[in-house]
């Protein structure tokens, strides 16, 4: 079992691009959060899918969108990217009411 | 607001001597505690939670109410507990389970 793959790894982008981040969840979880995590802080909540639709969503505006598909992969699109949306985002996948199992992240810098 | 407060930033204790990390929380309902570790170049795994009563690799931790706290304990450090820990609360709404995770603390083992 891979457990949760998140791709890519590692992403540079410029100021007002728009970036699609991956996560392919653990064998048999059907529930996807994300997580952004700034340097020295820990990890905040973006939001949750289940069943392909957002369940929950944290402090974050609305240029942060997601997607699940029928697989239970997910998708995070940020849009019009700030300096400040540089961090960690983390995927983490769980049945609804589970553990969280985290994948290794994605680093995504803007310049 | 539910919010998780871990005081230290770094903590460095001996090999052999006693350990503890400290977590306080502020939450209005029945609060689900976590600790999750994060070992050098691996991903954030769960090491603890509060429901399960149980100890892992020698760590314990115990939910004070009164004093709304969740500290993390080993009695007798070793090198391998070198890592970045992050204590949670679980806050679930409409169904979806959100993570509050505090800033982390960085123990560091000396030999």
């Known amino acids: 079992d891979a457990g949760v793959t998140q791709s890519p790894t590692h992403l540079i982008k410029t100021r007002g691009q728009q970036v699609t981040l991956r996560c392919s969840p653990k064998s048999g979880h059907d529930t996807v959060s994300w997580y952004q995590q700034a340097l020295g802080q820990g990890p905040q909540f973006i939001f949750q899918?289940?069943?392909?639709?957002?369940?929950q969503r944290g402090n974050f505006p609305d240029r942060f969108s997601g997607h699940q598909f029928p697989n239970y992969s997910s998708e995070l699109n940020v849009n019009a990217l700030l300096l400040g949306d540089s961090a960690l985002y983390l995927c983490a996948s769980s049945l609804p009411r589970g553990p969280l199992h985290f994948g290794n992240g994605t680093r995504l810098t803007v310049t | 607001a539910q919010r998780v407060t871990q005081p230290e930033k770094l903590l460095s204790v001996f090999k052999g001597a006693p350990v503890e990390l400290k977590c306080n929380y502020s939450?209005?309902?029945?609060?689900?505690l976590f600790w999750y570790v994060q070992y050098s170049r691996q991903r954030l795994q769960l090491l603890l939670r509060h429901i399960s009563r149980e100890s892992i690799k020698g760590f314990t931790a115990d939910l004070n109410k009164g004093e709304t706290s969740f500290h993390l304990k080993k009695p007798f450090a070793q090198e391998e507990d070198s890592a970045m820990y992050y204590c949670?609360?679980?806050?679930?709404?409409?169904?979806?389970?959100?993570?509050?995770f505090g800033q982390g603390t960085r123990l560091t083992i000396n030999p």
């Open positions: 899918y289940y069943e392909e639709e957002e369940r």
């Open positions: 939450y209005s309902g029945s609060p689900e």
């Open positions: 949670a609360l679980s806050e679930i709404i409409q169904g979806a389970q959100k993570l509050v």
